[in-house]
């Protein structure tokens, strides 16, 4: 019996230690992953670039690349900070915006026009060049077309300036399958554009009038930073796409170029320093938990909404 009771407080024991250990672990864990965010965000701080030799003449470029989204690398706050930090570098001879983007958002994409235009404004003496690789498309192009010039490669592919807004229908299909919708709101527009319902077509006019407000913010752009340069044609603001070649013809670009060219021969500043920030980890990481964060909340309002 006694060796019974021995038995168990040792294996009690055991089992103690064990517990022990794996929590000790488990904060040991905890805390390396914290110390390697914290060193994370003190060696990237706000944001990085590569800077060769910020102390001589050169030409600063700044990579607009992707989606142009909040959540994005090719965000407003990213982009005009980085066109800041090229702007306030009294070596840097111009700068020179490199595109490769099919579009995005309006709002990002108006928010970088405008700094544009702010800054060369504030400095006269730096030419903003903007240079299109595969795409500048739709927001792409609309960022471009702030530029003092637009270099584009005879097959990149330039414009679509128009808007879009996108949904589905299933009504047919609900019908089919015998299925209901039933949805209860307050507002009469509070369900616009619900792929379980049919079109409203007063609806549908409300939404046409705002996309054609949209688009006629995006021309207006457009014609402010183009000027005489754009060639009268119908066909200019239809969402239309053309080759870098033929909207050099429309005067949608001002001629064939890359990066490397402009600065030479346009800046005449040969060597090209990358200005572009890039969001850190931790930055990252807090918009990923945001968003995911906003995601759930819409979801909550949604079946509030709903129910």
Same mark, same amino acid.
């Given at each position: 019996?006694? @060796?019974?009771?021995?038995?168990?407080?040792?294996?009690?024991?055991? !089992?103690?230690?064990?517990?022990?250990?794996?929590?000790? =672990?488990?904060?040991?864990?905890?805390?390396?992953?914290?110390?390697?965010?914290?060193?994370?965000?003190?060696?990237?701080?706000?944001?990085?670039?590569?800077?060769?030799?910020? #102390?001589?003449?050169?030409?600063?470029?700044?990579? $607009?690349?992707?989606?142009?989204?909040? @959540?994005?690398? %090719?965000?407003?706050?990213? +982009? =005009?900070?980085?066109?800041?930090?090229?702007?306030?570098?009294?070596?840097? *001879?111009?700068? +020179?915006?490199?595109?490769?983007?099919?579009?995005?958002?309006?709002?990002?994409?108006?928010?970088?026009?405008?700094?544009?235009?702010?800054?060369?404004? %504030?400095?006269?003496?730096?030419?903003?060049?903007?240079?299109?690789?595969?795409?500048?498309?739709?927001?792409?192009?609309?960022?471009?077309?702030? *530029?003092?010039? +637009?270099?584009?490669?005879?097959?990149?592919?330039?414009?679509? &300036?128009?808007?879009?807004?996108?949904?589905? /229908?299933?009504?047919?299909?609900?019908?089919?399958?015998? &299925?209901?919708?039933?949805?209860?709101?307050?507002?009469? @527009?509070?369900?616009?554009?619900?792929?379980?319902?049919?079109?409203?077509?007063?609806?549908?006019?409300?939404?046409? $009038?705002? &996309?054609?407000? +949209?688009?006629?913010?995006? &021309?207006?752009?457009?014609? !402010?930073?183009?000027?005489?340069?754009?060639?009268?044609?119908?066909?200019?603001?239809?969402?239309?796409?053309? #080759?870098?070649?033929?909207?050099?013809?429309?005067?949608?670009?001002?001629?064939? /170029? #890359?990066?490397?060219?402009?600065?030479?021969?346009?800046?005449?500043?040969?060597?090209?320093?990358?200005? #572009?920030?890039?969001?850190?980890?931790?930055?990252? $990481?807090?918009?990923?938990?945001?968003?995911?964060?906003?995601?759930?909340?819409?979801?909550?309002?949604?079946?509030?909404?709903?129910?």
């Amino acid at each position: 019996m006694d @060796n019974e009771v021995i038995e168990k407080v040792l294996l009690a024991n055991v !089992q103690e230690q064990r517990r022990a250990r794996r929590w000790a =672990n488990f904060w040991r864990f905890v805390t390396f992953g914290l110390l390697a965010v914290v060193l994370m965000t003190s060696y990237f701080g706000s944001g990085s670039h590569m800077v060769a030799n910020p #102390t001589m003449r050169h030409t600063a470029m700044i990579d $607009l690349h992707g989606v142009i989204d909040y @959540n994005s690398p %090719a965000s407003a706050e990213l +982009i =005009n900070d980085s066109l800041r930090e090229a702007f306030k570098n009294t070596h840097a *001879a111009g700068i +020179i915006l490199r595109i490769n983007s099919p579009g995005g958002s309006p709002v990002q994409s108006g928010m970088v026009y405008d700094e544009i235009r702010r800054l060369k404004a %504030a400095h006269q003496d730096k030419p903003v060049i903007a240079v299109v690789e595969d795409m500048a498309a739709s927001g792409g192009y609309y960022i471009a077309s702030a *530029a003092d010039a +637009i270099y584009v490669d005879k097959a990149s592919l330039v414009g679509s &300036i128009g808007v879009r807004m996108d949904s589905f /229908g299933f009504t047919e299909a609900m019908k089919r399958m015998g &299925i209901e919708r039933r949805i209860l709101t307050a507002g009469e @527009n509070k369900a616009i554009l619900d792929p379980f319902l049919p079109v409203d077509p007063k609806q549908r006019a409300l939404l046409q $009038l705002m &996309i054609n407000d +949209i688009h006629d913010q995006f &021309i207006n752009a457009v014609k !402010q930073g183009r000027g005489d340069r754009l060639k009268p044609s119908p066909e200019i603001f239809s969402g239309m796409v053309w #080759t870098g070649a033929k909207s050099v013809e429309l005067g949608l670009a001002d001629g064939l /170029g #890359t990066v490397d060219h402009v600065a030479r021969e346009v800046i005449k500043a040969e060597e090209v320093i990358d200005y #572009t920030l890039q969001p850190n980890f931790a930055e990252r $990481l807090v918009r990923r938990i945001g968003a995911s964060a906003g995601e759930a909340m819409a979801r909550a309002m949604m079946r509030w909404s709903v129910y």
